[in-house]
């Protein structure tokens, strides 16, 4: 008796078995993209002082500026910019969603509770039949039941959806990775054009000062007779014409604060205490290192994400392609029923169900067809997406490379006018006050030095910032940004 309840369990089990190792993965399967990278990114000029090497991307870069204001702010970007914090929700999301499709591929079990009154007809199907001697025609009925089901998934539909939702939050990550790379850079390029323009106005001021010198020389010569109303109108209106510029650079200076306050998540004004200070701009250093063209694709958040993109596309191509294949799932129900309420828990009551069901998709109206076609034009956008963005991202350094080197060319026949001016303008000083010349001579050299530090002064700026940029192409800096749980999703 024993073995003749044995051998069908066996048997069902062995069946069970075989089903589901011969279980596959249907549609494409997900091949990283292969690129080929230059070996070398172009020779750029050698005489300037910072230069470049092909040496690993520091992942601080903000500290070789050796600013230690800029570097408490940087550090304190992860914590409070809003748009790191929802970045961070929406890889929160991509997981949630991962677990959803986890979900359709494992045992579901739910618990049925039912109570039901029932009045039969007897003019209904009924009285087709003869009913049992004393069965009325209205009854109530109790169940309690434990209802299971369970996808085999013999064809991969779930696996594919899994897959899709997994690279999915890989997508997410690196979109996060993004918006922290760019967060960085934009802030130290404000951070390093507020020092360009407090700098900027300290030149203006000095420029001030020595316009008040001119004034009160010209009046001098004036009351011995030597200058005239014109030269004292002319050193009156160059005092005035620097004075006017001066609330320009405060207001860009304020409006350059409000930014840094506003990627650390600051009302206006918050750091006008700690930043209104004028500071000296940090130089940039000797030497860069930019890695190789072929590391770029594995360090930029914006490639990584496209090819995370590319294989959800991919793995939702297979999801279209599994759709056309029948779905067997397994269902079972136990639980005592009766018509009354003890029977409802009572053990000889059970009733119970178990089979298979085989869902076969025969006519849907074009819908798998045009579903499928759907996710192939999208799997290829995503190829032709990530193509572009690996060539625009080597576009980006290299164009970020020219622009550091000829910044810093730009640099030095910038200092080479200051240079020349600032003697031209002393001369012209000397020469008034021997009246070789008239004061416009004076108005015109120093016009000229200022124009010329001026310059200069952007030109720092601009080879700072410019370096800057160049991190930003190289895809350096978010690194120290990664949370615990934004690494590569494991397989389960």
């Known amino acids: 008796m024993t073995m003749t ?17 011969s279980a596959c993965t249907v549609g494409p399967d997900f091949h990283r993209p292969v690129t080929v990278a230059p070996e070398r990114w172009g020779d750029e000029a050698a005489d300037i002082r910072s230069t470049t090497y092909a040496g690993a991307v520091d992942s601080r870069w903000w500290d070789s500026f050796h600013d230690p204001e800029l570097s408490r702010l940087v550090d304190r970007l992860g914590k409070q910019n809003l748009d790191l914090q929802a970045a961070a929700e929406r890889v929160i999301q991509g997981r949630s969603q991962i677990a959803v499709a986890i979900s359709q591929g494992l045992p579901h079990i739910d618990y049925e509770g039912q109570y039901t009154r029932t009045r039969q007809s007897p003019k209904g199907f009924i009285s087709l039949v003869t009913p049992a001697p004393g069965a009325p025609y209205e009854y109530d009925l109790f169940r309690n039941a434990l209802t299971a089901s369970w996808e ?11 897959e899709a939702a997994r690279a999915g939050t890989e997508a997410a990550i690196e979109a996060r990775h993004q918006i922290a790379l760019v967060a960085i850079s934009d802030l130290a390029q404000s951070y390093l054009q507020l020092r360009g323009a407090q700098a900027l106005e300290a030149i203006a001021r000095d420029n ?3 316009a008040h010198r001119n004034l009160e020389l010209v009046r001098t010569q004036f009351a011995n007779g030597v200058s005239t109303t ?6 009156q209106a160059q005092e005035a014409r620097i004075a006017s510029t001066l609330p320009g650079y405060k207001t860009a200076e304020d409006a350059l604060i409000n930014a840094i306050g506003l990627e650390l998540a600051q009302p206006p004004r918050a750091l006008e205490a700690e930043l209104s200070v004028p500071a000296a701009l940090p130089l940039a250093p000797p ?5 190789l063209p072929a590391q770029l694709a594995r360090r930029r958040p914006d490639i990584r994400q496209a090819e995370a993109q590319l294989h959800e596309a991919t793995a939702a191509t297979g999801v279209a392609v599994a759709s056309f294949y029948p779905d067997v799932t397994l269902n079972g129900s136990f639980g005592p029923e009766g018509l009354r309420f003890q029977d409802a828990f009572s053990l000889p009551s059970r009733a119970a169900a178990v089979g298979p069901t085989i869902d076969l998709p025969l006519f849907q109206g074009g819908r798998l067809r045009g579903t499928l076609r759907l996710r192939k034009s999208q799997q290829r956008e995503a190829a032709i997406s990530y193509q572009r963005t690996v060539l625009a991202a080597w576009n980006d350094v290299d164009n970020a490379l020219t622009a550091y080197a000829q910044a810093q060319k730009q640099r030095e026949d910038a200092a080479d006018v200051v240079k020349q001016t600032d003697t031209a303008l002393d001369a012209a000083r000397q020469q008034y006050q021997q009246g070789a010349v008239d004061f416009l001579n004076v108005i015109s050299a120093q016009a000229a030095l200022l124009s010329a530090q001026s310059t200069l002064a ?3 700026t601009r080879i700072t910032t410019d370096l800057v940029a160049l991190y930003r192409a190289l895809g350096g800096g978010w690194e120290g940004f990664d949370q615990p749980q934004e690494r590569p999703v494991a397989a389960r």
């Open 5 to 21: 309840r044995l051998v069908p369990q066996r048997r069902g089990l062995a069946l069970l078995s075989a089903v589901l190792l």
């Open 152 to 162: 085999l998934d013999l064809f991969g539909r779930v696996r594919r959806s899994v």
């Open 208 to 210: 001030l000062g020595l």
């Open 230 to 235: 014109l030269d004292v109108a002319n050193a």
């Open 287 to 291: 030497r860069v290192p930019v890695g």
């Open 458 to 460: 952007d030109a720092d």
